[in-house]
């Protein structure tokens, strides 16, 4: 088998021995990915088995990955850099290294899925909806107080199951419940049963999350995972099918909502978040005044401030991922983190919709990622593990995307019989 075509290759029967074991652990490690109460979760442990794993038996990087990888790495060293102003203050060194792991585990994503990519995608998404729905069955656990560790799983009367905060429990939920959502739209009533109960388990969990910008962020990645595959459809039967299907969806979960309102925590606490302003969101020394003053400052500080200086100047924390990266990585991170996502944004636009056997958890996981880069001008996302899952995993699907269109450009000019003469 050539390089190129062991690249995208995916393959439909699975591999068991080393290949099994290595595609194991990362399996085990996604499925563990709903506890991280603590640090080292269990997912990073395994990450960091897998990591070694891989690496000690082989791992390629094709040329379509270089641009994401040069990125990280500006993007890090940027974080290196502006380091050494608070390299002797508290957690500033733990941070820093947190945050190259993590990134490291997004170009290990990227580089997994850039082979065998049919098979680990499913093997990825499959584990997350496991974890999906036992996060979001623990929020309903913790909400009703259901067992005498519910106080746990909640934080201010929300739901964060065994995450730290539900403003990152809630998002982590969104590309398990589109990959749910997706799945209604090309299953029988009879297996759609099957597909219901873990879905209605997730969004459970996002909603008693309280997560404002996670309601919005579900919303819109479900529209934009739906827009692709109707577009991705191949015949106007399937594409009515799938509206069909969203509307039920919709519908579905409205009435879940109202079902869940008619308690009244639940209906007070809602009222409050719903709130599209909040009072540590407006005025001067709000979450967006704290906005224009740091980006102001930025411009003046090519190494930025150095991490956790910006809450100790504007008494709160930054709440802005980009406006994070020129505080913390200085400018050279302020510039490769938009640049990233700008890269990544066209690359995937231009493979996203090339038919292959991942197409459907390719558009699912970018839905997921793009919806979570526009919530990143409110929130800090740097740090978020499903982060840097799904930013690795779009970029090993382009990477995949990119040698299947080769291959089956060279097959297709194979075909074509040569002129005479």
Known sequence: MSASHATYGGGRSLAFGAEGLREGIVWLAVASSFFVMFEPAPYDLLFILAIGVFAATGLSLPRALLPFVLLVILYQLGAVLTLTLVYDRADTQKWTTVG???????????????????????????AWVIAGAIGGGLAIVGYFHL????DSLLIYGRAKATFKDPNVYAPY??????????????????????VLLPLGLIMS????????????????????MTVLTILAAPTPARRARILF?????ALGAALLIAVLLTLPSVSSLFAERASLEQNYDVGRYGRFGRHAAGFQLALERPLGI?????????????????????????????IALPTLVIVTFV?????????????PIFICAFSTWSV????????DVDHWRHQWALLGMTWGFIAATIAHQRHADGAASARIPRAAG
């Open 100 to 126: 190259v792991f993590l990134s490291g585990t997004g170009v290990f994503y990227s580089l997994l899925l850039a082979q065998r990519t049919e098979i680990r995608a499913r093997l990825i998404a499959n």
């Open 147 to 150: 067992a005498p560790f519910a």
């Open 205 to 224: 969990g996002v909603f008693l999350s309280f997560s404002r910008g996670s309601w919005g962020h579900l919303i819109g990645s479900a529209a934009i």
């Open 372 to 379: 979570l880069m526009m919530e990143a001008w409110v929130i």
């Open 245 to 249: 299907i969203c509307g039920a969806a």
């Open 347 to 359: 690359f995937a636009a231009r493979t996203i919709l090339f038919p292959t056997p991942w197409r």
């Open 173 to 194: 939920l969104i590309f398990p419940a589109l990959v749910l959502i997706q799945r209604l739209y090309s299953v029988d009533l009879r297996k759609s049963l099957f």
């Open 306 to 334: 150095g991490i956790f200086q910006f809450a100790k100047l504007f008494g709160a924390d930054v709440h802005n991922t980009y406006l994070n990266a020129f505080m913390s990585y200085g400018w050279l991170g302020g």
